[in-house]
């Protein structure tokens, strides 16, 4: 799966993700108008009126978990936790986010 800085802000602005979006804002304590990648952080950008701000995050894999981690202080937020779901390998590019999953399906 690749994630792109333009896919990514199409989502979070998407009506069916707003409360994904609100926990991400409350997680990281401002409203973000976007969403900037560089590599290795994700940056979340606020524009306060004259100025814009940027919050400076990154993701972390567990393996079948995704978190959002503030690199200041190490606090994370949850986004995706499924044991059904393995995180084989998560990559933060110069202007995307790469994520290689797999998953098994049982049939009953």
Same mark, same amino acid.
Request: net charge positive.
């Given at each position: 799966?690749?994630?792109? #800085?333009?896919?990514?802000? /199409? !989502?979070?602005?998407?009506?069916?993700?707003?409360?994904?979006?609100?926990?991400?804002?409350?997680?990281?304590? =401002?409203?973000?108008?976007? =969403?900037?990648?560089?590599?290795?952080? &994700?940056?979340?950008?606020?524009?306060?009126?004259?100025?814009?701000?940027?919050?400076?995050? !990154?993701?972390? /894999?567990?393996?079948?978990?995704?978190?959002?981690?503030? &690199?200041?202080?190490?606090? #994370?937020?949850? @986004?995706?936790?499924?044991?059904? =779901?393995?995180?084989?390998?998560?990559?933060?590019?110069?202007?995307? @986010? /790469?994520?290689?999953?797999?998953?098994?399906? @049982?049939?009953?």
């Amino acid at each position: 799966m690749r994630l792109t #800085k333009d896919n990514i802000n /199409k !989502t979070l602005f998407n009506k069916k993700w707003k409360n994904l979006k609100t926990l991400i804002e409350s997680f990281i304590l =401002i409203s973000f108008q976007s =969403i900037e990648i560089n590599i290795k952080s &994700i940056y979340f950008v606020e524009f306060t009126g004259l100025s814009y701000k940027k919050s400076n995050y !990154t993701l972390r /894999k567990g393996k079948s978990s995704l978190s959002l981690v503030d &690199i200041i202080n190490q606090d #994370k937020l949850l @986004i995706l936790n499924d044991k059904n =779901i393995i995180i084989k390998n998560l990559f933060i590019c110069d202007n995307y @986010i /790469k994520i290689e999953l797999t998953s098994k399906i @049982i049939f009953n």
